[in-house]
């Protein structure tokens, strides 16, 4: 069986600019200009590819695409490379929240705590999925929870925080808040 390749998002398409085809380009790189030089770029489910040319201000031509109802249909789309066709981090200490899945988890004695499943983002931040013979932990990705990341030695240390309880109030009842 061949492991699914690992994708990364690079960005989204935008609002039609003008009439012509133009798209708007949300980059979710360093420079937005960057973002047409890894080959075509493929959509959520990787069945569709899009050649694309960023321009100056945000804007972009998608090959293929020459009119603006054509672009309005593409609005919204993520934008996603392979992982294997970015380059390698310049500083041996940087890695992509992709490159953690896969790794082992391991406690600050050396138990093991089981693989990252996946990096998960909820808008507070990202989440590390650990799974461990079917059962899954979330934990926040802070240093505090995650004090080291090892990815060429394919580990990262966890430190878990404390489990807080929240006793119901005075007056509520189990499964109701006390409001």
Partial sequence: MRPVARRVLLGEIGRPHGVRGLVRLHAFTEDPLTLGRYGPLSDATGARR?????MPG???RIEGIADRDAAARL????????????P???????FLLCDLEGLLAFAEDGTALGTVRSVEEYGA?????????????LLPFTKAVVPVVDVA???VVIVPPAEVTVAPQDGAQDGEDAA
């Fill in 58 to 60: 945000g804007i972009g």
């Fill in 153 to 155: 030695g394919g580990r």
């Fill in 88 to 94: 390698p981090p310049a500083d041996p200490d940087e």
């Fill in 125 to 137: 931040g990202p989440f590390l999925v650990i799974e461990d013979a079917g059962a899954e932990r």
């Fill in 75 to 86: 609005t919204g789309t993520k934008l996603y490379v392979e992982r294997d066709l970015l």
């Fill in 50 to 54: 899009f050649a694309v040319t960023p």
